[in-house]
């Protein structure tokens, strides 16, 4: 076992390709995508979503979850055939991994340096003159690219004021806001990510944006004249007064050194008035509700309420997933999943994750099952739909109950094949009772047929199901999704196959009732039934013997009264009256 999972830890090893290498491939694979050629575009985003999908392990979580949240985004934006949005949208992923690349620079060994700065120039637009950091300190090229960064962003902003449209000004402005995600970490930094997004909201719903901007540009420029200062310091230190000799030394208050970022993020705990109120509400400890007011400060939402509108973003997308599910449209089914868990992974987890990891991690685990399991039925999606509830009432100090926890397990466990290939066990298994039933009940005897059918609609369900799933599997591996159609057998799959389980155990019931009876009948076991055979059988004329004698009544049977109750007595030979009551004695 611990073999297995040493090749298997290997395996995914080998397959993360390097950031610089994962950079130069998505770069290729970016440049096919524009309004031009809508189904080229469409198919660079598919092979730009597996790329980071499959070979993104080189990245953080949180940026490759963001770049293929945005490559989503992009989706929609092509669809609505918006080239600013598409742009915007190439812009953020691109500037994401010049992200992971600036973070990688500073932390590669020398020799791979330059190929980490070359592709940072490429993503980011720093031009040949960022090349000229290599090579030096640590924080001397970390303040040249801060500064490089800072000046392009100040550009940008510029040609946001200048702009004679609203598309000329989303684009600049999405510009800056992708250079700023790449230096936010800096401890000089007076931006933060949400005043980008609340100009960008101005511009794009017809507001008056220019403040906004003008406001940025300030900050940025206080930001740039910090970065000065902060190199200026070291290099003309103010001369020191004679009259400090007489200072006594405790007096004289040590330069504190430079926080480090991670200090820097620490004590920056400050949660806009909005959210710190909507935390301080919530049933929750104040340690708990402080990382969930900082999970939301670094998404860039407002408020809690956004947040809450974004899990009904996530839910409605599901809802839809389901209904093309019951309706048979398996692709767009898919399609909307797809585009759930990306919202998911980029808005709800990390909020989700700081006050109840492990529903996270659960909800997590049960949307990658379910993007690759065969046979999704609408019960699935219920589950699913449930856990995204269940997020919504952890945070408002509910829950769901145990009966969704257990549900919830028992769907990570029998989700896709386990599931297909139980069903169509038992529905192999079944046609083997069918062929002892018409083995045993098959006859002329008309309560036996009955008793027969009533078996035969007993496991119908069974059978549909089974053959439902074998549709799903031929489908989806085989090759032939026209035998998709045969899922809607499914009981879990629609209102018209649960009805039609139903009427079939209706029938059941009909006519093993029907058939049960008529053979308790004819065992006499019923009274008013075996009295009215007992007395249609006395009422009946024997016919006469062969030789032309007296009819004799025990030679042709009749019924032998033993207490209350009548016994019919099968006929016997001719002329064998005592024998034939002798063995209806002993009937």
Known sequence: MRGRLFWLAFLGLALAAPLPQLYDRLEGVLARVGTANPSQALAALDQAQSLLRQEGESLPPVLRDAALGNLQEARQALARKSQADLEARLLLVRHLLAKALYDGYFQAPPAEKPGYLSRLARAA?????????????????????????????????????????????????????????????????????????????????????????????????????????????????????????????????????????????????FLPQEIREETNLLRLDPEVALRVGEALQRLAI???????????????????????????????????????????????????????????????????????????????????LGEIQEMEERLLGGTLGPWHSLQVQVELFSLGIPRAVFFLLAAALALFPLYLI??????????????????????????????????????????????????????????????????????????????????????????????????????RPAPPPPGGGAPKRHAQGGSVQLGSRAHPVPPGPVGGGHGALTLGLHL
């Open 302 to 384: 407002p408020s809690l309420i956004n947040w809450l509108d974004l899990l009904d973003e996530v839910r409605s997308s599901l809802a839809q997933a389901q209904l093309y599910t019951a309706s048979g449209q398996y692709e767009r089914s898919r399609a909307q999943l797809a585009y759930a868990y990306n919202r998911f992974r980029l808005k709800v987890y990390p909020v989700v994750g700081a006050y109840a990891p492990e529903l996270a991690e659960r909800a997590d685990r049960l949307f990658l099952q379910m993007q690759n399991a065969v046979g999704l039925r609408t019960a699935d999606f219920t589950v699913l």
């Open 438 to 539: 018409r083995l045993t009940f098959g006859g002329r005897n008309l309560y036996w047929n009955l008793l027969s059918l009533a078996f035969l609609f007993l496991v119908l369900p069974i059978l549909t199901e089974g053959f439902s799933y074998m549709g799903s599997i031929l489908a989806e591996y085989g090759g032939l999704p026209v035998l998709g159609v045969l899922a809607n057998l499914s009981i879990a799959q629609a209102l018209v196959p649960y009805l039609a389980w139903g009427l079939s155990a209706f029938l059941v019931v009909a006519l093993a009732g029907a058939g049960l009876r008529g053979i308790a009948a004819q065992f006499g076991l019923l009274k008013e039934r075996g009295a009215e055979v007992a007395a249609t059988t006395e009422a």
């Open 125 to 269: 637009g720093l031009g040949q003159g960022a090349l000229e950091v290599a090579g030096l300190p640590p924080e001397e090229a970390r303040r040249r690219l801060e500064g490089r960064f800072l000046q392009l962003m100040a550009q940008d902003l510029g040609q946001a004021l200048a702009a004679s449209s609203r598309p000329q000004a989303y684009l600049a402005l999405a510009r800056a806001y992708a250079r700023f995600l790449v230096v936010q970490d800096s401890p000089q930094s007076t931006l933060r990510a949400q005043d980008f997004v609340q100009a960008l909201a101005k511009v794009s719903g017809g507001e008056n944006f220019r403040p906004g901007v003008q406001e940025l540009q300030k900050k940025v420029a206080a930001w740039r004249q910090s970065l000065q200062a902060r190199t200026a310091a070291p290099l003309s230190p103010a001369p020191t007064p004679p009259t400090q000799a007489s200072t006594p030394p405790a007096s004289t208050p040590s330069p504190a050194p430079l926080p480090s970022p991670s200090q820097v993020r620490l004590a920056e705990t």
